[in-house]
């Protein structure tokens, strides 16, 4: 780890430190306390100012040693303590015991009660290889047991200038009896091993801590992240039971240990354990996730109720949250309610849109089309945001079978924003169902054109030529270029198993298809895999697909097509 990180927060840019600094040393005094009897003459404000400049502007250019020597001057001038503490990490930074020891010393004097002082005289002595020094200084700011000794203690060893020796004084921590400052100390020792990429000694740190401190959280929530990191989802699961069992009410340990549920597939439970804890914005905006993912009807309507009962005011990310909630609870007129509600800004497009597809449900199509009219209207400062309100109107027509209005939507869209890449690529996707293939492919080729790295345009454009003309070898070179953009794309897997078919190489297709299928079981790529093996002369596998395919989407037109010419009698 570079030593440049050594204090975060604290090494700071130019334009934020040189303004306090400077105004300290144009006022001859230190903001916030009272003027003192000077003991030795005042330092002219200007020499104090220019040795900051140019420390300041050493450091930014990267010239330590010359920025720690300006520093240096710099605190021998000031009688501000924080030119001092600055001097002192400068030099610790750069390398420069004899200037860390001069800065400590100046610092000392004007502030003796700074407890970042023992961590740069624990970087000292990790500098000098003092192991012993080191850790008499890590213990003062451990055995506090405050949050702020551990910062100081990690950030100290974090910014070793040898990784080993840092490892080392872990260790050495990490075996005292007892060690200063309890589990929460092992803790910071384990997240120091880790973060110094020593696996097992962090590992060593977790078993100490759940060993010697059985009843406290810290220790089990740390063994199970070292779990989730080594992605041992069960040994993370039993591991947050017991940090939440001693500490049932910590929201974090919740939040933690719902998503170690989701990502074992359990994710009702997730949505469960979140109703056990306080709740607030953030915890049921999580609970409403998992229990939408798990469509659980019961979470989703006591989640809903929960975010009703929260305190008023509300924001408009829980009145966005609201409104969905109300609808998958099947209240779109409460949904309507709340939409309504939320404020112009981020959030207010996605309500809006909400807005119109509950009028379309409710067959008020004139509605629909209006809220999203005056949306426009009002000014949709992202493009692709204005996009999607053309292509959501535009879905809307096509639903109702309204094509001849869907493409005129479409076309209105990019009058509004020319060459629009989505609304493109879907009016190319509707004039091909319409069989107006010489202009798909001409929608096609222009996303081509005007960008060639467009994977999904290259498939399209591929995929059509390959299913609706003879053109297979110039079909072949798209879908190439495609797979090489996106080669887990199913959907691109699927166009070249198709297209090496059309051009009569079947048995090379096979493989690419069942790859396909496997990444993406869906109707289409079915049809696609069962007539492959049909011309294979494996029959009962192709039916065996099939069924599976008609399985999964009873209705989609391309399976039965196949499967009405190719075994009619099925």
């Known amino acids: ?83 001092a503490e600055r001097a002192a990490q400068v030099a610790l930074i750069a390398g420069d015991a004899v200037l860390v020891r001069q800065g400590l010393e100046r610092w000392r004097a004007l502030d003796p009660g700074a407890r970042a002082i023992r961590q740069v005289e624990a970087g000292l002595a990790l500098l000098e290889r003092d192991p012993d020094r080191a850790i008499a ?28 020796d840092a490892l080392a004084l872990v260790e050495a921590l990490r075996v005292r009896d007892p060690v200063p400052g309890g589990v929460e100390a092992l803790v910071l020792l384990g997240q120091v091993a880790q973060q110094l990429n020593d696996v097992e000694l962090a590992e060593r740190c977790a078993d100490q801590a759940v060993q010697r401190f059985p009843d406290a959280a810290a220790g089990w929530s740390f063994k199970g992240r070292l779990a989730l990191a080594r992605g041992d989802a069960i040994g993370a699961r039993g591991a947050f039971l017991r940090a939440l069992a001693a500490s049932p009410d910590d929201k974090a340990l919740r939040l933690t240990h719902a998503a170690v549920l989701h990502r074992l597939g359990e994710t009702a439970g997730a949505a469960r354990t979140l109703s056990e804890v306080a709740p607030d914005d953030e915890v049921l905006s999580a609970r409403a996730a998992y229990a ?59 309500a809006t849109f909400r807005i119109a597809v509950i009028h379309e449900q409710a067959q008020r199509v004139d509605e ?28 809307m027509a096509a639903r109702r079978g309204a094509a001849d209005r869907a493409e005129a939507t479409y076309r209105a869209g990019l009058s509004d924003l020319p060459d629009h890449p989505r609304i493109l690529y879907t009016l190319g996707l ?138 009619p009698g099925r």
């Open 292 to 350: 939408v993912a798990a469509d659980d009807r019961e979470q989703i309507r006591a989640t809903y109720e929960a975010l009703v009962a929260l305190p008023t005011p509300r924001p408009p990310e829980r009145l966005l949250l609201l409104g969905q909630m109300a609808e998958l609870s099947g209240q779109p007129e409460a949904a309507l309610e709340w939409y309504r509600q939320v404020p112009p800004g981020s959030q207010h497009v996605d």
């Open 430 to 567: 509707l004039l091909t169902q319409q069989d107006r293939i010489d202009e798909a492919l001409s929608v096609f080729a222009r996303l081509v054109e005007l960008d060639p790295g467009n994977a999904d345009a290259l498939n399209a454009l591929g995929y059509t030529m390959t299913d609706r003309t003879d053109r297979h070898e110039e079909a072949l070179g798209y879908i190439e270029r495609a797979l090489a953009l996106k080669p887990d794309s199913a959907a691109i897997i699927d166009s070249m198993g198709w297209v090496l078919h059309r051009l009569g190489r079947t048995s090379e297709a096979l493989p690419h298809l069942e790859r396909a299928f496997g990444l993406e079981p869906n109707a289409e790529i079915g049809a696609h895999l069962g007539e492959v093996l049909w011309t294979l002369g494996r029959r009962e596998e192709a039916r065996a697909v099939w069924k599976r395919s008609r399985e999964l989407e009873p209705d989609n037109a391309v399976l039965r097509e196949t499967m009405q010419r190719l075994d």
């Open 137 to 164: 200084h890590l213990d003062a700011l451990l055995a506090g047991g405050d949050e702020d000794g551990r910062t100081l203690a990690g950030q100290a060893l974090l910014a070793a200038p040898d990784r080993d």
């Open 1 to 83: 780890m570079s030593r440049h990180a050594v204090l975060p927060g604290r090494v700071l840019r130019v334009c934020v430190l040189l303004p306090v600094l400077l105004a300290a040393a144009c006022a001859g005094t230190v903001p916030g306390r009272q003027a003192e009897p000077e003991s030795r003459p005042a330092a002219e404000p200007d020499a104090v100012v220019a040795a900051l400049m140019a420390a300041e502007f050493a450091w930014q250019d990267g010239r330590r040693e010359s920025a720690a020597r300006h520093y240096a001057r710099a605190a021998a001038l000031s009688d501000d303590p924080v030119v």
């Open 368 to 395: 629909a089309q209006r809220v999203l009219r005056e949306l426009r209207e009002g000014g949709i400062a992202d493009d692709d945001r204005l996009a999607e309100s053309w292509l959501l109107e535009a879905e």
